[in-house]
């Protein structure tokens, strides 16, 4: 003869599988949200303002998906050059996400910039450029390396302004600042 206790793992067991099945047969799945719209592999994008090469991107692999007009590239390489054809940035990261409707692009992973025009570059894990205002901003935890000619330092919670061209840390930093008279006293 079974007993109540003996009977109580499958009763239990029983009640958990019918209590946790919430699939909703009737609804549909929306795959367009996760599934990309289009996928290429080695691309080679480039884009033209006025007849001339404006950006340029290269990448592994280049999704775009169609819910929200976004896309991401993996290995991403990418390019930009002004009204007269000048190269004026170049850089790379290991992940590149686009927002191309609100001008916002975010980089990710082993990230390097190089700014010719301001004569720097960047080293960074993790930054979003807006380019409606501009402004390049790291994690505020995210550790950033700045290289310009009298400048190699490093801190977290970086954000740089492309219109007033200058740059801020939110935490201490640390490394070399050259000043006009280490300048003088090199060149002797």
């Given at each position: 003869m079974l007993k109540f206790f003996d009977l109580l793992p499958t009763v239990l067991l029983s009640a958990f599988l019918m209590l946790s099945c919430s699939l909703k047969y009737d609804e549909p799945v929306n795959t367009e949200d996760i599934s990309p719209e289009l996928q290429?592999?080695?691309?080679?994008?480039?884009r033209y303002k006025e007849k001339k090469l404006d950006t340029q991107i290269k990448a592994d692999i280049l999704?775009?998906?169609?819910?929200?007009?976004?896309?991401?590239?993996?290995?991403?390489?990418?390019?930009?050059?002004?009204?007269?054809?000048?190269?004026?940035?170049?850089g790379s990261c290991a992940l590149?996400?686009?927002?191309?409707?609100?001008?916002?692009y975010s980089l990710f992973n082993s990230i390097f910039l190089h700014n010719i025009e301001q004569n720097f570059q960047l080293k960074a894990t993790n930054l979003k450029w807006n380019g409606k205002t501009e402004q390049l901003v790291s994690g505020k935890d995210d550790t950033v390396y700045l290289i310009r000619d009298d400048i190699e330092i490093e801190g977290t919670g970086f954000s740089a302004s492309g219109i007033s061209r200058s740059f801020t840390f939110e935490n201490s930093v640390s490394g070399i600042i050259?000043?006009?008279?280490?300048?003088?006293?090199?060149?002797?």
């Open positions: 290429f592999t080695k691309v080679d994008y480039k999704e775009r998906y169609r819910s929200d007009g976004s896309a991401y590239a993996k290995n991403a390489e990418f390019y930009s050059w002004n009204k007269d054809s000048e190269l004026t940035t170049e590149l996400g686009i927002d191309s409707s609100n001008d916002i050259i000043t006009e008279e280490e300048k003088d006293e090199e060149i002797q």
